[in-house]
Structure formats: structure tokens, C-alpha cells
């Protein structure tokens, strides 16, 4: 449905994107990650035709972009979604019922009247994607749909849009910031750093065995000894604080969060970060602990020099 071969994107003399090649298949939804300034959004106005490149694009069909900034008229949410398929071309005798479908699908049926200025960031966001979902594009692009939102409204918006964000004929690729709404939402992950694609596959695949030290990194390997030979990477959530642990660490700092505390140790190896569910634990900087890890990954100790 969608295919990239060579892509590059200059912006006076720098490389914003440098030979981007991607296949997105029909009923496909690829989630794009990466630090800022990385190329995303870059990425996402070359696909859909937004922004000049080098290279080749092939669109299986008629494309939809998803801006981040909502940009809502001054109408009815209703009148909106009703606009945004009048655009495209949608047929007046269908426009209703793909308004009124594409709201309730995203919960948001209840706001069809209200006026677009009185709609909260969140609401806004809601009608600002049933319009690109209404008009039922071939390719669907989506730059950080869940942007500026506050932690109640992302997490509600992440559960509505899941579902909804699937469709069998229609290939999707939507940027995004945080780690997590990619495990969400997404058949494939896609990392981009400094214009270029770095990893691409499944998520609990590309988790369990990232290509490269940097993207482990990316990934959320924020703990690291050294073993022999090896860099041995590991993630808070798989540090377990445990009696008869085969690692001694003392208590560098620790962070208070809802669900526990985050343990900042340091061994004779390295340092490790540590989530534990109970915030006793560690209570005071300087105490001995003892971990294991319940998996870890490796590369060789030269792996980040280049």
C-alpha cells in the first residue's frame, strides 16, 4: 500500500532524512519513533506529499494527513468531520453517517454539537482524528496524535484509538513520542535517528533484541555493567531486588513514583536503575542491596565506539 525507496529530504544544506527505505502493507499499522530532531514529522509530509524529496514514494491509493495541531474550523464538531469529507470528495448523502460512525467509534458522539471553540485539547483531538478517519484514506498518516495531552486524556485516547486505528484495507503510520503508545497501537515499530532508519521490527522482538547499542538505549536500556568483554544493558522493570541476588549494590539516589520507587544503584560493574513496588526498600542513599536481573542483554564493549 505504501512504499519508500531512497528517500532523502534537505533543508537548505542539512540532511533532514538520508535514504529511507519502508513497505507498509494493507491493515498495517507501523509506529515511527525517535529523539527530536530525528526526521519523523519530516518523514511524515514527504509521504504524504507535503514536502519535496529525492527518491521514490509509492502510495497504493489516496492519502490522508493527520497534522498534529487539531486547526478545527469554527463550527459544529459534527460540521468538522462533515467538512473534511466534503474536501475529499465524500458523497453529501454519506457524509452523515460516516460523521456520526467515525464520533462514536472515538467516544465522542456526545460533542457532535458543541462548538469547536469550547471543546477541551483532549475533545478537540478526538474530532480533529475523526476527520481524517472519516474520510477513509488508503494511507493514513498521523504526526503525534496525542501531543499535549494530559495524562488522563493520553491514556483514554490511547485505549479508544487502538481499535479503532485498525482497518484490513487501509495501510496506517503514525509518529510517535512515547515508547509505550507504540506497544499500544503498533504491528511493527520503526526508529529513526538522525535521518535515518536504524530498526525496524516487531515491538516485543525489536525490545528483546535491539540491533545496536544505541537503539537499546532509545528503547529504555538505561542500566549498564561491564562483564568481561561484554556491555551487559539492562531495564528498570527487569532489576529485581532480591535477598540471595548474585549482585551487591549500594543505593546511589532514589525516586519516588506512584507505583513504587526507582532505585539508582551502583555496583562494581556499572550502575543499574531498579523499579520496586515498595518504596521502603533502599529507604536511605548509601544502603547495600542485593539484585538480579531477570534478563539482560549484551554487546561487546566496544559496541558504542565509532
Given at each position: 500500500?505504501?512504499?519508500?525507496?531512497?528517500?532523502?529530504?534537505?533543508?537548505?544544506?542539512?540532511?533532514?532524512l538520508?535514504?529511507?527505505?519502508?513497505?507498509?502493507?494493507?491493515?498495517?499499522?507501523?509506529?515511527?519513533?525517535?529523539?527530536?530532531?530525528?526526521?519523523?514529522?519530516?518523514?511524515?509530509?514527504?509521504?504524504?506529499?507535503?514536502?519535496?524529496?529525492?527518491?521514490?514514494?509509492?502510495?497504493?491509493?489516496?492519502?490522508?494527513?493527520?497534522?498534529?495541531?487539531?486547526?478545527?474550523?469554527?463550527?459544529?464538531?459534527?460540521?468538522?468531520?462533515?467538512?473534511?469529507?466534503a474536501?475529499w470528495?465524500?458523497?453529501?448523502?454519506?457524509?452523515?453517517?460516516?460523521?456520526?460512525?467515525?464520533?462514536?467509534?472515538?467516544?465522542?458522539?456526545?460533542?457532535?454539537?458543541?462548538?469547536?471553540?469550547?471543546?477541551?485539547?483532549?475533545?478537540?483531538?478526538?474530532?480533529?482524528?475523526?476527520?481524517?478517519?472519516?474520510?477513509?484514506?488508503?494511507?493514513?498518516?498521523?504526526?503525534?496524535?496525542?501531543?499535549?495531552?494530559?495524562?488522563?486524556?493520553?491514556?483514554?485516547?490511547?485505549?479508544?484509538?487502538?481499535g479503532?486505528?485498525?482497518?484490513?484495507?487501509?495501510?496506517t503510520?503514525?509518529?510517535?513520542?512515547?515508547?509505550?503508545?507504540?506497544?499500544?497501537?503498533?504491528?511493527?515499530?520503526?526508529?529513526?535517528?538522525?535521518g535515518?532508519?536504524?530498526?525496524?521490527?516487531?515491538?516485543?522482538?525489536?525490545?528483546?533484541?535491539?540491533?545496536?547499542?544505541?537503539?537499546?538505549?532509545?528503547?529504555?536500556?538505561?542500566?549498564?555493567?561491564?562483564?568481561?568483554?561484554?556491555?551487559?544493558?539492562?531495564?528498570a522493570?527487569?532489576v529485581?531486588?532480591?535477598p540471595?541476588?548474585?549482585?551487591?549494590?549500594?543505593?546511589?539516589?532514589?525516586?519516588?513514583?506512584?507505583?513504587?520507587?526507582?532505585?539508582?544503584l551502583?555496583?562494581?560493574?556499572?550502575?543499574?536503575?531498579?523499579?520496586?513496588?515498595?518504596?521502603?526498600?533502599?529507604?536511605?542513599?548509601?544502603?547495600?542491596?542485593?539484585?538480579?536481573?531477570?534478563?539482560?542483554?549484551?554487546?561487546?564493549?566496544?559496541?558504542?565506539?565509532?
Open positions: 500500500m505504501l512504499e519508500l525507496v531512497g528517500v532523502g529530504v534537505r533543508r537548505g544544506r542539512r540532511a533532514v538520508e535514504d529511507v527505505s519502508l513497505a507498509v502493507a494493507e491493515g498495517e499499522v507501523v509506529a515511527v519513533l525517535g529523539p527530536n530532531g530525528a526526521g519523523k514529522s519530516t518523514l511524515i509530509g514527504a509521504i504524504g506529499g507535503l514536502l519535496p524529496h529525492t527518491g521514490t514514494i509509492v502510495r497504493g491509493g489516496r492519502v490522508a494527513t493527520v497534522l498534529q495541531s487539531a486547526g478545527l474550523a469554527k463550527r459544529s464538531a459534527r460540521a468538522n468531520v462533515d467538512l473534511a469529507q474536501w470528495g465524500v458523497p453529501r448523502g454519506e457524509r452523515a453517517a460516516r460523521s456520526t460512525a467515525t464520533l462514536t467509534a472515538l467516544r465522542a458522539d456526545h460533542l457532535a454539537r458543541r462548538f469547536a471553540g469550547s471543546l477541551s485539547g483532549g475533545e478537540a483531538r478526538r474530532v480533529h482524528l475523526a476527520r481524517g478517519l472519516a474520510v477513509r484514506p488508503d494511507v493514513l498518516l498521523l504526526d503525534e496524535p496525542f501531543a499535549g495531552l494530559d495524562p488522563a486524556g493520553h491514556l483514554a485516547l490511547i485505549e479508544d484509538v487502538a479503532t486505528l485498525r482497518d484490513a484495507a487501509r495501510a503510520v503514525v509518529v510517535l513520542h512515547e515508547r509505550a503508545d507504540a506497544w499500544a497501537l503498533a504491528d511493527r515499530v520503526v526508529v529513526l535517528m538522525a535515518r532508519i536504524v530498526a525496524d521490527g516487531r515491538p516485543a522482538e525489536l525490545l528483546a533484541a535491539p540491533p545496536s547499542l544505541e537503539v537499546a538505549r532509545f528503547l529504555g536500556y538505561d542500566g549498564e555493567l561491564v562483564d568481561d568483554d561484554a556491555l551487559v544493558l539492562t531495564r522493570a527487569e529485581r531486588v532480591a540471595d541476588g548474585p549482585i551487591e549494590a549500594r543505593v546511589a539516589g532514589r525516586i519516588r513514583r506512584e507505583d513504587g520507587v526507582l532505585l539508582l551502583e555496583t562494581d560493574g556499572g550502575r543499574l536503575r531498579c523499579l520496586h513496588p515498595d518504596p521502603a526498600v533502599g529507604e536511605r542513599v548509601g544502603d547495600m542491596i542485593r539484585v538480579r536481573l531477570d534478563r539482560a542483554i549484551r554487546f561487546p564493549r566496544n559496541a558504542g565506539e565509532t
